[in-house]
């Protein structure tokens, strides 16, 4: 009885600790610029009352243009620009500073620098070979 007690306990062991998941590893960057860029354009609309009892296209439309943040990450070997997916509510990122990124699937994840808990949702727009490591590379296929 203590026998099979021992090896069902053995088993949940076993299993919580083939199960449980590695923290994801981050590499190291530095965010080299943020600026704004074009991401579309706001258009508000309204009717007005003498409009919508004639019937008449009287309708008033304001179309601006919306700017969102853009920064320039540079990694190990590539430079990205990465842009906030929550565009309402974009947390300022510090220029110059370094950070923690990751990316997974199609999405890249800054590490909050504060507590270093909290991951912030950036898109990537493009991506682009490290100009200094290019010329390195150039250099060693010549030689």
């Known amino acids: 009885m203590k026998a099979g007690l021992m090896v069902i306990g053995l088993i949940l062991v076993a299993a919580t600790v083939t199960l449980a998941k590695d923290p994801p590893s981050y590499d190291k960057g ?4 943020m600026d704004a860029s074009s991401c579309g354009m706001a258009e508000k609309g309204s009717k007005t009352v003498t ?3 004639l019937g ?3 309708e008033h439309k ?7 943040q853009e920064y320039v990450l540079q990694g190990d070997r590539i430079v990205y620009h990465i842009r906030p997916v929550d565009t309402k509510h974009p947390e300022l990122l510090p220029v110059g500073d370094s950070v923690q990124y990751r990316i997974h699937k199609d999405k890249m994840y800054v590490l909050d ?4 808990t909290k ?3 950036y898109t990537v727009t493009s ?4 100009p200094d490591l290019k ?6 296929n010549t030689q």
């Open 119 to 121: 991951e912030r949702e």
């Open 113 to 116: 620098r504060e507590g270093n």
């Open 135 to 140: 010329d390195v590379k150039d250099a060693k």
């Open 56 to 58: 008449t296209d009287g």
């Open 30 to 33: 530095v965010l080299l610029s």
């Open 51 to 53: 409009g919508e009892i």
């Open 62 to 68: 304001n179309t601006e243009e919306v700017l969102c």
């Open 127 to 130: 991506m682009k070979v490290r």
